[in-house]
């Protein structure tokens, strides 16, 4: 199976149905899980990384609970299909660009990925759909206890489960969020928020997580640190200010609606008329306006585009997979018309539907 078979899949983190889905796009908790007989990524060689990624490969798929997976080689891929799994968030970019031996084990509705040899020997990822925590913890407890069952990792009695980054000792997890805050950078009180979250030790980063930019107004809220407290503590940490930011969002909202509708319908109209009429558009301009597309769907402003038709568009419109899509390889300048041409079949479409009823994201 190629990683591009997911295609015709929305994935996991833009499925849109989870609690708060609106505002919250999706739930991640990652752990970070190194091999006790080996060394850390950074001192190993080729048999050390082939050693890690065909042990691992080994105890998942003997694993009944993990059976329903699908194992890609991520050395073995062309540039194309690994950005593809990037776009998709079931890899990350420097698991993308780094080299020797190296694999993720995905599972055929895109909830978990395993990254085998990243940053770290192992990081086991699961996500959901809106704001679900919890169900995130449960899986991804299970899949850490069934991989602990034959795999002894390198853990300390008093740190913790080690790892290669010194602010992942401890549980080894990072528990994020992934928010949708158009309204809040629009009534530039985004900055605010981001102070205020530095003051309790979360972090603030962009859709494709850390050292990337935001676009699209997609923020991911996690811990920073993990030493001295449990997956519970860290857990709620997030928790208890998640609904707070959502809370601060929806009345930004609230806002923009009695005090600004003029102007915030002003934007909303521009934003979907520039994506129904444009010949070339790139990416990021895309991202930008389908935010306040997504924004104007929400607050009932748009009426004749679904949600998840926005949703579709945030992923498909991305560059590896515009070019799957497409079926070849376009150059940037190609990828822009091709992204126009892609919006407009879609967007002047009643609710992504062609004029025989056809689906037009089958």
Request: net charge negative; hydrophobic share 35%; charged share 25%.
């Amino acid at each position: 199976m190629k990683p591009t078979d997911f295609a015709d899949e929305l994935g996991e983190w833009l499925r849109g149905d989870g609690p708060e889905s609106d505002i919250v796009m999706s739930s991640r908790i990652r752990l970070a899980r190194n091999l006790g007989d080996f060394p850390f990524i950074k001192k190993c060689n080729d048999v050390h990384k082939a050693s890690i990624e065909s042990t691992v490969c080994e105890k998942v798929t003997s694993h009944s609970d993990l059976a329903d997976t699908v194992f890609v080689k991520v050395n073995d891929l062309e540039e194309l299909e690994r950005q593809f799994l990037v776009e998709r968030q079931l890899i990350s970019r420097e698991h993308s660009e780094s080299s020797g031996a190296r694999s993720v084990a995905i599972d055929k509705q895109e909830v978990f990925s395993l990254m085998i040899n990243e940053e770290d020997h192992l990081r086991i990822q699961v996500m959901k759909s809106g704001l679900d925590l919890e169900k995130a913890w449960e899986r991804v407890e299970t899949i850490d206890n069934a991989l602990e069952e034959n795999i002894r990792f390198a853990f300390d009695s008093q740190l913790g489960y080690l790892t290669a980054c010194p602010t992942n000792v401890g549980t080894g997890m990072r528990v994020s969020v992934m928010l949708h805050l158009p309204a809040l950078v629009m009534t530039r009180q985004i900055e605010k928020v981001f102070r205020s979250l530095e003051k309790v030790n979360l972090a603030v980063r962009g859709l494709y997580g850390e050292g990337s930019q935001a676009m699209g107004e997609f923020y991911q809220i996690s811990n920073q640190i993990t030493l001295g407290k449990s997956e519970t503590d860290l857990i709620n940490d997030v928790s208890e200010i998640v609904p707070v930011i959502i809370g601060y969002e929806r009345k930004a909202r609230e806002y923009l609606i009695n005090e600004s509708q003029d102007d915030l319908h002003d934007k909303v109209s521009r934003a979907i008329g520039t994506l129904q009429n444009a010949h070339q558009i790139s990416s990021e301009e895309t991202m930008q306006l389908l935010s306040k597309v997504r924004l104007g769907v929400n607050l009932d402003l748009i009426h004749d585009v679904q949600l998840s038709t926005v949703n579709k568009l945030f992923l498909r419109t991305q560059p590896a997979h515009l070019q799957v899509l497409a079926g070849k390889k376009l150059s940037t300048t190609d990828r822009n018309v091709e992204r126009a041409n892609y919006l407009r079949r879609h967007l002047n479409s009643s609710q992504g539907k062609s004029d025989s009823g056809e689906d037009l994201f089958v």
